[in-house]
T-cell receptor, first 112, second 115 residues
């Protein structure tokens, strides 16, 4: 089955700096890659996603890049703010089923 | 539009007992998936239901089961509880058609503590 590895497990950046979280996946049939943000005590919420026919997608301060050949995708957050502090999960989905396989999460801490 | 609703939000059980958790999806979402979230293992897929049928199953023992009703509401059951079943159980729903067909919307979760 699909296996998703996520790095780093923790990341501390200063406010205004950029943050990058990287994920690799194993199943070449995976075609949908969402990123979820989970604040402390809250539910995971989708922040951005990318499909396999696209190499990059941006939404204001966040962007995701996908390298299908290398089977990895990354989340980029620019001009980080304290409210970006949360746990971020990447995921991969193969086919049309909703069996998302999640990475183990990255705890991002944005310090003042 | 109401979000995904899970009940109960918190519960405490003892080893050997069984528990039933409930999930009401977003109106119009016919698929319901369940995930177990623990600090050590992250988010792990349990199963997915739509049209009242289990469509996908993760690598969990048979003590974990679920069902879906004709109104798309879903329940999951864990029998013979073990200490390791302590976790946040998240339900997520999605539509089956359209641009958002792959997008899962999560509920707030049911936090189960097994003593």
């Amino acid at each position: 089955g699909e296996n998703v590895e996520q790095h780093p497990s923790t990341l501390s950046v200063q406010e205004g700096d950029s943050a990058v979280i990287k994920c690799t996946y194993s199943d070449s049939a995976s075609n949908y890659f969402p990123w979820y943000k989970q604040e402390l005590g809250k539910r995971p919420q989708l922040i951005i996603d990318i499909r396999s026919n696209v190499g990059e997608k941006k939404d204001q301060r966040i962007a995701v890049t996908l390298n299908k050949t290398a089977k990895h995708f990354s989340l980029h957050i620019t001009e980080t703010q304290p409210e970006d502090s949360a746990v971020y999960f990447c995921a991969a989905l193969a086919g049309t089923a909703s069996k998302l396989t999640f990475g183990t999460g990255t705890r991002l801490q944005v310090t003042l | 539009k109401a979000g995904v609703t899970q009940t109960p939000r918190y519960l405490i059980k003892t080893r050997g007992q069984q528990v039933t958790l409930s999930c009401s999806p977003i109106s119009g979402h016919r698929s319901v998936s369940w995930y177990q979230q623990t600090p050590g293992q992250g988010l792990q897929f349990l199963f997915e239901y739509f049209s009242e049928t289990q469509r996908n199953k993760g690598n969990f023992p048979g003590r974990f089961s679920g069902r879906q009703f004709s109104n798309s509401r879903s329940e999951m059951n864990v029998s013979t509880l073990e200490l390791g079943d302590s976790a946040l159980y998240l339900c997520a729903s999605r539509p089956l058609e359209g641009a958002g067909a792959n997008v899962l919307t999560f509920g707030a979760g049911s936090r189960l503590t097994v003593l």
